[in-house]
Nanobody, 124 residues
Framework: QVQVVESGGGLVQAGGSLRLSCAASGRTFSSYTMGWFRQAPGKEREFVAEIRWSGGRTYYADSVKGRFSISRDNAKNTVYLQMNSLKPEDTAVYYC?????????????????WGQGTQVTVSS
């Protein structure tokens, strides 16, 4: 069982940066693939980024590639999402999630544990 809690959201101007954190409980944190998803008003939840438990490989949605960076600190049971060059279209609730799968195919259904989300608002 893993519990995840996001933090670090807020209001930022376009072009600015934010770093989201996701603190996870559980002794087996290092064996979980961790992902970030987001959901804008009136839209479906979508994949943003993922970091595998094995090898630490990272994957990104095309819309954030080159601007966002995901990382993890297994010693602190924490995963981060560094968001740079933010755009108004990045405005959404951002969710952290954990998956026991090595390959998730970036699907929501592949993730077992979810946080409550943190709001990110980018003003133009």
């Amino acid at each position: 069982q893993v519990q995840v809690v996001e933090s670090g959201g807020g209001l930022v101007q376009a072009g600015g940066s934010l770093r989201l954190s996701c603190a996870a409980s559980g002794r087996t944190f290092s064996s979980y693939t961790m992902g970030w998803f987001r959901q804008a008003p009136g839209k479906e939840r979508e994949f943003v980024a993922e970091i595998r438990w094995s090898g630490g490989r990272t994957y990104y949605a095309d819309s954030v590639k080159g601007r966002f960076s995901i990382s993890r600190d297994n010693a602190k049971n924490t995963v981060y999402l560094q968001m740079n060059s933010l755009k108004p279209e990045d405005t959404a609730v951002y969710y952290c999630a954990a998956s026991a799968l090595g390959t998730t195919y970036y699907r929501i259904s592949s993730y077992d544990y979810w946080g409550q989300g943190t709001q990110v608002t980018v003003s133009s």
